[in-house]
């Protein structure tokens, strides 16, 4: 069993506004995520929030939503929300970033593919030659992600154990896309 966690908790202070809710195709950029989650190959699928808007439109999914009332402690309080509600008999976390418009269902089952076959991998996707997300950590890794402190996402246990690491060349850079700040946003539109 694969758990996919959307990481949509943050506070988007590169942005100046929640930029999860800034439109892309016709809906808001974190339903854009949502909406490729849910069409995937995920057995279950959290989303780990602290804005109400944000977690309002996982209804739409099968998504289950965890309130994270410490984003301000950084990502490391998103991570750990979503492994503690993720089921006991989750064998991967894929952590998939809220910001990321074009991460499409395609995408997100050639990594579950790459998983199935190095299942105790940390599997992360490579987009034109640098690693992205979503990234999956075999859940023996748990503990390890259930350390983390402060600002600081999977990165950090990546650091840990780099002989654990598998990557796969995606196949278009584009899926690899985040929106961090008002001119990554600009640059997507005219794209």
Known sequence: MITGIILASGLSRRMGSDKLLLPVAGMPLVECVMQAADASQLDD????????????????????????????????????????????????????????????????????????????????????????????????LRDKLLDLEGDTGGRAVIEQFPGMVFTIDMPSTDTGLDIDTPEDYEAMAKS
């Open 45 to 140: 699928i959290i989303l780990a929030y602290q804005n109400l808007a944000v977690c309002e439109l996982a209804g739409k999914y099968r998504i289950r939503t965890v309130h994270n009332p410490d984003a301000a402690q950084g990502q490391s309080a998103s991570v750990k929300a979503g492994v503690q509600a993720a089921a006991a008999d989750t064998q991967a976390y894929m952590f998939l970033t809220g910001d990321q418009p074009r991460i499409d269902a395609a995408a997100i089952n050639l990594l579950i593919n790459a998983w199935r076959t190095h299942k105790e991998n940390i599997i992360i996707p490579v987009f034109g030659g640098r690693r992205g997300s979503p990234v999956v950590f075999p859940a023996l």
